[in-house]
T-cell receptor, first 111, second 114 residues
């Protein structure tokens, strides 16, 4: 089953620009996480935001969470070519221990 | 360093044969392992949850007899795709938790059935 819906599905921007990806989910959650996947590889955890948090920063990453709207956004500032990858939001529904992934955003950074 | 080691990273097999994919937890004991399937340019779909010493829990629509999961030890979970068909060709990934809320993933296995 899938929980999250990301938009856009694909995003191409120039190197140096900021990239914003959005995620919506359906059920109440304990936390929301963002993962990155390079082509043909496993996923790498980027950042986690708890249900009682509204914003979190980590390096060039900024995540927001709006539990009333059941949505989150991931902002990557000053994008680099190496940021080219797919980004997935993932939620852990309350009363569950599974991670449910959104559909993902394919980000392409143009040199 | 890697937390979960998945092997093989890719495999090609003939239709009708079986393929085993292994996921090993490194330096910790994984009582639970999650198995996902991913089609090109799509998200990860949870197939099943394996629990050490007990039967796996399969998601709705996943054939138990086709995707055999074994979690016989605290450091090894295996997924066996039996009687493989070309439509089983996909990217399979395992993941687990090490005590915190973030998941750690294997490198993934690209299965091609010809």
């Amino acid at each position: 089953s899938q929980q999250g819906e990301e938009d856009p599905q694909a995003l191409s921007i120039q190197e140096g620009e900021n990239a914003t990806m959005n995620c919506s989910y359906k059920t109440s959650i304990n936390n929301l996480q963002w993962y990155r996947q390079n082509s043909g590889r496993g996923l790498v955890h980027l950042i986690l935001i708890r249900s009682n948090e509204r914003e979190k920063h980590s390096g060039r990453l900024r995540v927001t969470l709006d539990t009333s709207k059941k949505s989150s956004s991931l902002l990557i500032t000053a994008s680099r070519a190496a940021d080219t990858a797919s980004y997935f939001c993932a939620t852990v529904p309350t009363l569950d221990d599974k991670i449910i992934f959104g559909k993902g955003t394919r980000l392409h950074i143009l040199p | 360093g890697a937390v979960v080691s998945q092997h093989p990273s890719w495999v090609i097999c003939k239709s009708g044969t079986s393929v085993k994919i292994e996921c090993r937890s490194l330096d910790f004991q994984a009582t639970t392992m999650f198995w996902y399937r991913q089609f090109p340019k799509q998200s990860l779909m949870l197939m099943a949850t394996s629990n050490e010493g007990s039967k796996a829990t399969y998601e709705q629509g996943v054939e138990k007899d086709k995707f055999l999961i074994n979690h016989a030890s605290l450091t090894l979970s295996t997924l066996t795709v039996t009687s493989a068909h070309p439509e089983d060709s996909s990217f399979y990934i395992c993941s687990t938790f090490t005590g915190g809320p973030e998941a750690f993933f294997g490198q993934g296995t690209r299965l091609t059935v010809v």
